[in-house]
């Protein structure tokens, strides 16, 4: 059986065994939300830093590509697994650190190019 479901919050959409994305009129993306999460967003690794200088060396010579706000390190990663290595890295210059996966409004703002309601 198949059933269609037009939710008005992208989370709602996550608990879906497939999605298509239909914008003006048009299949604009499809398939499961972990396959729409994985080509259409970005999942990231937070350190809350203890030092900054020590980090921001070591986010250099890895070459990451990282910002910081706040005493917050955020950094893009390749795929989830890949904050591992990092996290190990950084261990003896963070208090903590969190790790992010993509999210279905993520993923639609990427294959739309804007929020829901706009």
Same mark, same amino acid.
């Given at each position: 059986? =198949?059933?269609?479901? =037009?939710?008005?919050?992208?989370?709602?959409?996550?608990?879906?065994?497939? *999605?298509?994305? *239909?914008?003006?009129?048009?299949?604009?993306?499809? #398939?499961?939300?972990? !396959?729409?999460? =994985?080509?259409?967003?970005?999942? =990231?690794?937070?350190?809350?830093?203890? @030092?900054?200088?020590?980090?921001?060396? $070591?986010?250099?010579?890895?070459?990451? @590509?990282?910002?910081?706000?706040?005493?917050? /390190?955020? !950094?893009?990663?390749? @795929? $989830?697994?890949?904050? *591992?290595?990092?996290?190990?890295?950084?261990?003896?210059?963070?208090?903590? /650190?969190?790790?992010?996966? #993509?999210?279905?409004?993520?993923?639609?703002? #990427? $294959?739309?190019?804007?929020?829901?309601?706009?």
């Amino acid at each position: 059986m =198949t059933v269609f479901l =037009t939710p008005h919050y992208m989370e709602e959409a996550a608990e879906s065994d497939y *999605i298509i994305v *239909i914008d003006h009129g048009e299949i604009a993306a499809k #398939g499961t939300p972990a !396959v729409l999460k =994985t080509r259409y967003t970005t999942d =990231t690794l937070r350190l809350s830093v203890l @030092d900054e200088s020590a980090l921001r060396q $070591i986010m250099e010579e890895l070459k990451l @590509d990282f910002t910081v706000s706040a005493g917050e /390190f955020v !950094v893009k990663l390749p @795929d $989830i697994m890949a904050a *591992i290595p990092i996290a190990e890295k950084c261990q003896n210059y963070i208090n903590s /650190f969190q790790v992010l996966q #993509g999210t279905m409004d993520e993923a639609f703002i #990427g $294959i739309t190019g804007r929020e829901l309601r706009q």
